[in-house]
């Protein structure tokens, strides 16, 4: 080192060193100082939030947590093998590079031993999206600064299961996301933050919670600043209880179409209920000598509500609900409630992929036509 007056001249490569060492240190303590974070979750949508959080942690070093473990369902059969297989959460937790030991996935979120597991963690903050069990007051006295849901919609509206669907299926508008902290009762926490979105935007329930959990995952790490400070528990908005309203899990008696109701309430269902349980109906195939087929169902993708026909308009069904017609310009047409009439666009026949009702009408043979079983 040569002096000059006070001070020492470093060499540059000394200089740089002292630096990478001086910025490795610096990295190294903000890595260790952040929040230890859990992520409940089980299905596609929420893995989606999963490796965002992930990759938000590892890309930003002024990131103020990291993803200490993951809980999420136990091995089921899934996929046309029915073979039992990682949840989709348990797949991005690996391929996020997490240890199998921060893995976990308890039957019962109330087992005790998953609960020592979770409280060697020593969890900041818990996250769910999507998880699928209920938490019990032994879990949410864990994590430091309680456990806060990622919920599809606007709460209290659509508290449970199932809310972006039983938002299209009402035919609601708008909904959104809702960032509250978990309390016992089923989604009633006080609300941190909520996001309203038009819900015409999405083509289906698919479509719709795909983007709204990213919204929801994007809310969460703009508001960790506020969980860490306390500021976000202290001004929590408390639900308003007489506004709540439910919405319960799916089950495949919900695939069933109603054609007693209108075309519109029809086309809210199939936008509802794609991917599963679906959207069916139960038809024969009549051929040109007029014997009937076996019913068998055929899978609704796509409809839309039909323009109110003119009277004595020969191209739509003229019989009661469920009369069906097939037209060369139109396709498949089926009598709905008050008069309305649902214009089927795209089916999913048994055993084969989604077509449009023009690609699946061809595979008929000469003057075939179909017939609704009500």
């Given amino acids: 080192m040569r002096p000059m007056g006070d001070r020492l001249e470093l060499p540059p490569r000394q200089i740089f060193g002292s630096l990478w060492c001086s910025t490795k240190f610096l990295c190294q303590a903000a890595a260790q100082s952040r929040r230890q974070l859990v992520f409940l979750g089980s299905p596609e949508v929420a893995a989606d939030v ?67 597991a979770l409280a060697g963690l020593k969890p900041d903050l818990c996250v769910t999206a999507a998880y699928g069990n209920l938490l019990p007051q032994a879990f949410l006295d864990i994590p430091t600064f309680g456990t806060l849901n990622i919920h599809p919609s606007l709460l209290p509206q659509f508290r449970g299961a199932a809310p972006v669907q039983r938002a299209l299926q009402e035919g609601w508008n708008n909904s959104g996301v809702s960032l509250a902290f978990t309390v016992l009762a089923m989604d009633a926490g006080p609300i941190v933050a909520q996001e309203t979105v038009d819900m015409h935007r999405y083509k289906d329930a698919n479509d719709a919670l795909q983007d709204l959990f990213q919204i929801g995952a994007r809310m969460l790490v703009r ?24 919405a319960p899990k799916l089950c495949k008696h919900d695939a069933v179409l109603d054609f007693s109701r209108t075309a519109e309430a029809l086309t809210n269902q199939v936008r509802a209920f794609a991917g599963w349980p679906g959207s069916k109906v139960s038809l024969s195939l009549r051929e040109a000598d007029g014997s009937l087929s076996e019913p068998f169902d055929l899978k609704i993708v796509q409809a839309a509500p ?55 009408l061809n595979r008929l043979s000469s003057g075939a036509t179909l017939v609704a079983n009500m």
Avoid: N
């Fill in 50 to 116: 999963l490796e965002f959080l992930s990759s938000s942690s590892k890309s930003d070093d002024a990131c103020t947590f990291e993803v200490a473990g993951v809980v999420t369902q136990p091995w089921a059969a899934r996929g046309r093998s029915r073979k039992p297989r990682p949840s989709f959460v348990e797949e991005a937790a690996m391929r996020c590079g997490l240890p199998e030991e921060r893995i976990f996935r308890p039957a019962s979120a109330k087992d005790a031993g998953f609960l020592e």
């Fill in 223 to 246: 508001e960790l600043p506020r969980v860490w400070s306390g500021a976000a528990a202290a001004e929590a908005r408390p639900q308003d209880e007489s506004q709540a309203t439910s």
């Fill in 306 to 360: 039909f323009p109110r026909p003119v009277e004595g308009d020969w191209q739509v069904p003229t019989g009661g609900p469920g009369s069906t017609s097939i037209t060369a310009r139109d396709g498949l047409l089926i009598r709905c409630g008050m008069g309305s009439v649902l214009k089927v666009l795209m089916v999913h026949p048994s055993g084969r992929k989604a077509m449009s009702i023009d690609a699946y």
